[in-house]
């Protein structure tokens, strides 16, 4: 089963910025969809945003829309999580995520999770 491990976490600013890197042991491409979630403190794990199996395509959280960006290295079998305009409220445990089968968007229903990476913005 694929293993994974996110990077990238850390404390910022209100407005700034973070690059999250989940890092697969295996292909993903074509096999795995893979997306980002997230879990503050005393909410539920919600979906922030997947690429799916090929990254052809993407598909965001309303609440995270026109501000963050998922992208794909195949090369390196690692997704990223660009995010610009940080609120406070964007503050969670960031987790990525993977699994094999399902239909467009994934938005959930997800097998395989990393240890997840902590972002906390300041207000």
């Known amino acids: 089963q694929v293993q994974l491990v996110e990077s990238g976490g850390g404390l910022v600013e209100t407005g700034g910025s973070l690059t999250l890197a989940c890092a697969a042991s295996e292909r993903t491409f074509s096999k795995y969809a893979m997306a980002w979630f997230r879990q503050a403190p005393g909410k539920e794990r919600e979906f922030v945003a997947t690429?799916?199996?090929?990254?052809?395509?993407?598909y965001y959280a309303d609440s995270v829309k026109g501000r963050f960006t998922i992208s794909s290295d195949n090369a390196k079998n690692t997704v990223y999580l660009q995010m610009n305009s940080l609120k406070p409220e964007d503050t969670a445990v960031y987790y990525c995520?993977?699994?094999?089968?399902?239909?467009?968007?994934?938005?959930?229903?997800?097998?395989?999770w990393g240890q997840g990476t902590q972002v906390t913005v300041s207000s």
């Open positions: 995520a993977a699994k094999r089968y399902g239909s467009w968007p994934p938005t959930m229903g997800y097998d395989y």
């Open positions: 690429n799916g199996w090929t990254a052809t395509n993407e």
